[in-house]
């Protein structure tokens, strides 16, 4: 079974952020992503890693002005200085963490500019930061994201990401397959899994309950056995990557909140 990651934007919220790597080391995660590192110095962080025994397994280069509401910039003809000046920083988080890969949101698609002048830009910055990320050993991972959760999201489907990674044609630009929007936008959960993951280009996966984005085993979706195919395929093709827990705990943030959740991971169990 393809190992899980904790969020820990998302998981432990009744801890202050530098304490959820001891929380998640103390419920056996291994591995721990997050949305952005940038208020905390990476020796710190790479400590508490350390101290803890955890892999950094994904990370978010700067979004922009993320509290003005910007969601990535990298299909924005205006700010391609500050998209590679972003993906600089994120390269050296990234190497102080150790961390192999990292996620560029593509960002909202301006109404006002031509989709084929985002689309470009999209495509040429990709290729720009899969070739800086290569000589630093990192993935470049592009995620579809659905617009109940983020309106005029540029990217939306499994299908277009795909398209983009395979026309830009660099080993390390790859897809981050997440299942709960892969659910939202388009459906067919399991046969998508079965469809990309053998392709190469599927470089992580999430997870979280639809539609309320709670534990996996609340809402419409059979983790049970979304989980099997995953293991199935991920086996038949050697994909050694990690799923991130990338969901809301439905208790909230109160103390052992996320713990008390974590009973899903059973659903796991090849049983
Ligand atoms: O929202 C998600 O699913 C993500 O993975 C992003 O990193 C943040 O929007
Ligand atoms: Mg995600």
Redesign the pocket.
Known sequence: MPRFAANLTMLYNEHPFLDRFAAAAADGFKGVEFLFPYAFAASEMAQRLSDHGLQQVLFNAPPGDWDAGERGLACLPARVDEFRAGIARALEYAQALKCPRI?VMAGLAPAETERAALQATYESNLAWAAVQAKSCGVDVLI?P?NTRDIPGFFLNRQDEAHRIVQAIGAPNLKV?F?L??CQIVEGDVAMKIRQYLPTGRVGHF?LAGVPMRHEPDMGELNYRYLLNVLDEVATECDWEGWV?C?YRPARGAVAGATTAGLGWRALADKT
């Open positions: 996620h995620e994201i981050q997440d709960y929007h999430q991130g990338e």
